[in-house]
């Protein structure tokens, strides 16, 4: 598994609109994302079950990201204005 350092490494060279040598855009697993957002995997299945997480898909038996897909993910979980969460708190 990644370091926290190396999972920042990894997905900071990635960009939504970067593919892959095959043409395809780059896909982390689900515990790439994890490290990443500093979350327990179980955080990931449960935000998905929930429908809060960002969508997935299913390679096999795998879970899979597009990195486009966690981008505009965490953008929607921004703060419209700093200390006031999405719902209005």
């Not at 598994?1 to 990635?14: C, I």
Request: glycine letters at 8%; charged letters at 20%.
């Amino acid at each position: 598994m990644l370091g926290s350092a190396d999972a920042t490494a990894h997905l900071a060279g990635m960009k939504t609109s970067e593919t892959t040598i095959s043409g395809l855009e780059p896909l982390m697993s689900i515990e790439e994302l994890s490290e990443y957002l500093d979350v327990p995997v179980r955080t990931l299945y449960d935000w998905r079950l929930s429908g809060r997480g960002p969508c997935a898909v299913h390679v096999g038996r795998q879970l899979r990201y597009f990195v486009s897909d966690v981008h505009a993910w965490l953008a929607s979980q921004r703060e419209q204005e700093p200390g006031h969460s999405l719902d209005g708190r």
